[in-house]
C-alpha cells in the first residue's frame, strides 16, 4: 500500500472533451480527470471501494479494474488512477470476460474473511460491499466450511467465539464519538486518509502487515477531532459507527430532505434523514463548492435539540396589541432566511418612522477550518447585506434602548449569545421573541411566540461566497400551530405571505438581484448571484 497519495482531479463543466473508446465505441469523455470519473460521466458506472473524489487516491482495493490497450496489448489497470488520454482503448465487464472474471476475484478476496454481519450492521442498505455484490458480484461462496474466515485485527483484541473460531474487534471504543469493529474493516484506508489529509490531524494508521493489518489509533490516544464523525461518512462497511446512531433506525425506513445548516455563514449542505416525525441523523450532502462531503461534528449533532424545548403558537392579536404604541426595534438574528427579512421589510413599511430594523450577533465571529465551517455564526449575514438590512449594528441598539418602547426578536436569543452585552435592552419596557426555542430571550420577553426551526421551513440563505442557496422543509416539526416566520410576520404587517414563493418574490423588490428569479432556477448546488466569488 503506497505512501504516497494524489488528489483527484475532477471534471467540471469547463472540462475538456476528448475523444476514447470504450468497449470499441467513441464516446466524448472529461479530459482533465482519472477514467473512474471520465467513465461515470457518460452512464458507465465503475465498482470501487476504497477511491473517495475528495480524498487522496489510494488504488488499493482492485475494484475498479479495467482492461486499457497499450503497446504490449490489453492490460488490466485500476480506473481510478488512470489519466485520461485522447484515442485510449478501455474495456469494461461488458466486452471483457477478463475483467469480470477479475473483478469477482477481487470481490471474492475481500469478502471471504467478511463477516456475515448484515442483518445487525447499520452500514446495512448504504455499504458499498453490498452494493458491489448485487450490481457486479452476486458470486457464489467457496470457502471450504473446515476452515471458516480468518477474522482479522488487533490481536489484543481477539477471542475465540463458541465454535472455536477466532473472532476479533467487535465495538472498539476508538473515541467519544466512534465504535470501530474491526473485522468488518477492509483496510481502504479511506478514514486514515481523511484524518491525514483533509482533518490534517493523523489520529488514525494501519498497523500490522498483509492479512494481519488493522485500522488503529495510536497507543494510547483516542481518535477525537471536530470532523472526526466524518470518517463514519467514507467508511464504506460497517466498521467506523457512529455511537448517537448506532441501532437507532435502519436506514432504508429513513426519507431524506436536502437543506442547509443554518449555523455558519458557509451554509453546509445537509440531508435531514428522518422518520415518525422525528431527524434521526444530519448527514454531509455534496456541494463541490462549499462543504464537499463533510460537516463538522458541531453542525452534525445539532439536530438532537431541534425537538426539545420549543416554544408553543399563540395569537397574534396580543402581539398587534403590544406592537400598537411607541417605537419598535425590529431585530434580525442570523438564522433568518431572506423570507424572513422580506416580512420584516414589509413590516417596517406598515410601521413606517416609528419602527427601525437591527441586526446581527453577539457571538464572536472565529476564523474559517478550510473545511465546512467559515467561523462567522451569522448564517445569513450575505443575506442581509443583500436585502439592504445591517449585520452588525446591535451594540447601536443596546446604547439607544432608552429610545424604544417595543423590542421584537425573530431568531435572535440575544440574551443566550452575551447576557452582559444584552443587559441593557432590559430597559426596553414591551419584548416580543418570535423563536423556536423557550431560550434566555424568549424567558427574558413580556411575549414570547413560537414558530417553526430552520430546519422546518422551506426558504433561502445566501451564504458567505455569495451562493444563494435554497432550505426545505423537513416533516419534522412538533407542533401543528407552528408556521415560518415570515408568515408570523408579514400578518403582523397586515399583508400576510402565504408561501415561501410569495415571500421570496417580495424579496425581489428589496434586492434586484433577486428580481425574476424563480425557486426553480436555484440549483441543489445552489446559485452564485452577480459579484460572487464561490
Known sequence: MSNFYNMPKLPTENSPKVEIFVDDKAVMVPGDTNLLEALKAVGIETPHVCYHPYL????????????????????????????????????????????????????????????????????????TLQENYMEAGQN??????????????????????????VRGGKHVD??????????????????????????????????????????????????????????????PTGAMTAKYFRFQKR??????????????????????????????????????????????????????TFGENRLPAMGLKVIKEAMGEGKVAIVAGGASTIEDLAAIKLLKETLGDKAEIFGGTFKKVGSPDGIAMSGD????RAGFKLMGIADDNLADLVKRASEFNVLLTVNA??????????????????????????????????????????????????????????LNA????????????????????GK????????????GEYASVLAGLAYDSIKSTGKLLEGGNA
Not at 104 to 119: G, I, R, S, W, Y
Not at 267 to 278: E, K, S
Not at 474 to 493: G, H, K, N, W
Request: net charge neutral.
Open 377 to 380: 455564526p451569522m448564517a445569513n
Open 174 to 235: 476508538i473515541g467519544p464519538r466512534i465504535l470501530l469493529d474491526e473485522e468488518r474493516c477492509v483496510q481502504c484506508d479511506r478514514c486514515v486518509r481523511f484524518m491525514r489529509t483533509i482533518a490534517k490531524d493523523e489520529q488514525l494508521q494501519l498497523a500490522g502487515r498483509a492479512d494481519h493489518t488493522y485500522i488503529s489509533t495510536f497507543p494510547g490516544e483516542k481518535l477525537d477531532h471536530e470532523y472526526d464523525l466524518c470518517v463514519t461518512d467514507v467508511c
Open 56 to 127: 487522496p487516491v489510494s488504488g488499493n482495493c482492485r475494484q475498479c479494474l479495467v482492461e486499457q490497450e497499450g503497446p504490449r496489448g490489453r492490460m488490466l489497470v485500476i480506473a481510478c488512477y488512470t489519466p485520461v488520454a485522447p484515442g485510449m482503448k478501455i474495456y469494461t465487464p461488458a466486452s471483457s470476460a477478463r475483467v469480470k472474471n477479475a473483478r469477482k476475484a477481487t470481490q471474492e478476496f475481500m469478502l471471504v474473511n467478511h463477516p456475515l454481519d448484515c442483518p445487525i450492521c447499520d452500514k446495512a442498505g448504504e455499504c
Open 496 to 507: 400576510p405571505f402565504t408561501s415561501a414563493f410569495e415571500a421570496f418574490k417580495k424579496a
Open 474 to 493: 423537513a416533516p419534522t416539526c412538533p407542533d401543528a400551530e407552528l408556521r415560518p416566520a415570515y408568515e408570523v410576520i408579514s400578518e403582523l404587517a
Open 251 to 304: 436506514v432504508w425506513l429513513l426519507s431524506h430532505t436536502p437543506t442547509i445548516s443554518m449555523d455558519d455563514s458557509l451554509g453546509a449542505n445537509i440531508w435531514l434523514d428522518h422518520a415518525d416525525g422525528r431527524i434521526y441523523r444530519m448527514m454531509p450532502r455534496c456541494n463541490p463548492e462549499v462543504n464537499r462531503s463533510w460537516i463538522s461534528n458541531t453542525t452534525r449533532l445539532a439536530f438532537q
Open 413 to 470: 436569543d440575544l440574551f443566550g449569545e452575551d447576557a452582559a452585552a444584552a443587559k441593557g435592552l432590559e430597559k426596553i419596557a414591551t419584548r416580543i421573541a418570535l423563536s423556536a426555542f423557550d431560550d434566555e430571550t424568549a424567558k427574558k420577553s413580556t411575549l414570547a411566540f413560537g414558530i417553526k426551526h430552520w430546519s422546518e421551513v422551506q426558504g433561502t440563505m445566501v451564504n458567505c461566497n455569495n451562493l444563494l442557496q435554497k
Open 140 to 165: 457464489e461462496g467457496r470457502m471450504r466450511p473446515e476452515y471458516g474466515k480468518n477474522y482479522h485485527g488487533n490481536p489484543a483484541h481477539q477471542f475465540i467465539d463458541s465454535k472455536g473460531q
